[in-house]
């Protein structure tokens, strides 16, 4: 709001004060001038504060984390704090401002500063450059903002090599000597289905059916939002059967952010190395790949579009071929 003051000296002195922007002071001869002033300034930044409220990195982001990464039911989905970790390091480098002042100078001075100067990996920077993009797609296509896009021209890093460790069941238990016990039966259920960490937190019961061995995944916790069914090994079932009691609903209820903590903890206190959450899965499809699982197969229990997508995570070495080939 407006504030106008007579000084000593005759003059008028006129202050603005509007949360969100930098005070404004001036001072006129005559009492009118500072009038017209206060409206005219208050009206402009009124207008810049609007612009910048339904355009700004800040509503976006937000918008698109309640949207795209906030499930009907109010459940996060598992890139919900990866993702709002990766904007709020974009909004304090850009800073709240308009989508449409951000430069492709400005991205490629983003990517140089936090891969030279922050010493961030080229992995993490990859991934935020990557956020912003998604941004200005969303805003296009969901608010629509047509703007230009100015990190399409900047060329971002590599990304850093891809996850290539597995582990075994004996692995897995000695990690799992390291954790609370509670967590056990969900991270062995993740090495036995190759589920993603977030598709069985908050897994409800009606999903499973150990008549028919597998679990029903709705579209709206799959990865893909395509519902798929995952077969249950018998190892999987005997896993399951006393978590179905009759009064639970939900199985696992812990926060994505808590289990990868507890799971990272107890990696280094084994000391293994490049060992994550994602390694289960990993795991598991690398394992299925090497009892002679076919590719479609494969990816009937992973849910992955692509079989290019799917060689990533099924990791067979040259000893499991030779031993095919002489199994034949």
Request: proline share 3%.
């Amino acid at each position: 709001m407006a504030t106008i003051k007579k000084l000593k000296s005759g003059n008028w002195n006129c202050q603005i004060r509007i949360k969100g922007t930098s005070p404004l002071s001036k001072t006129f001869s005559h009492k009118s001038e500072a009038e017209v002033f206060a409206r005219e300034a208050e009206n402009r930044i009124k207008a810049e504060l609007s612009n910048k409220t339904y355009n700004g990195l800040r509503y976006v982001l937000n918008t698109y984390i309640e949207r795209v990464l906030i499930n009907h039911d109010g459940s996060l989905r598992g890139s919900y704090e990866l993702t709002t970790y990766l904007g709020n390091t974009l909004v304090k480098y850009f800073g709240d401002v308009p989508l449409e002042v951000i430069t492709s100078p400005q991205v490629a001075s983003f990517r140089e500063k936090r891969l030279r100067v922050d010493k961030v990996s080229e992995s993490t920077t990859k991934k935020e450059m990557d956020l912003l993009q998604r941004l200005y797609k969303f805003a296009d296509v969901e608010l629509g903002l047509s703007l230009p896009n100015p990190v399409i021209k900047v060329k971002k890093p590599y990304g850093g090599k891809i996850r290539t460790a597995i582990i075994t069941h004996a692995q897995l238990e000695s990690i799992l000597s390291k954790t609370p016990v509670k967590y056990h039966d969900y991270f062995r259920l993740l090495m036995e289905t190759s589920c993603r960490r977030s598709e069985l937190l908050f897994m409800n019961t009606s999903w499973v059916n150990l008549e028919k061995r597998i679990i029903s995944l709705p579209a709206d916790r799959t990865k893909s939002k395509v519902a798929r069914e995952v077969p249950l090994s018998q190892l999987a079932i005997i896993i399951l059967k006393p978590l179905l009691g009759a009064y639970v609903k939900e199985i696992f209820k812990w926060r994505s952010r808590s289990v990868t903590q507890c799971f990272s903890r107890a990696v280094k206190r084994v000391g293994y190395k490049e060992v994550v959450v994602h390694t289960l899965r990993h795991s598991c499809l690398s394992r299925y790949g090497r009892m002679g699982l076919s590719v479609f197969q494969l990816r009937a229990i992973s849910g992955h579009n692509s079989v290019r997508m799917l060689e990533r995570y099924v990791k067979i070495d040259s000893q499991s071929v030779l031993d095919a080939m002489d199994s034949n």
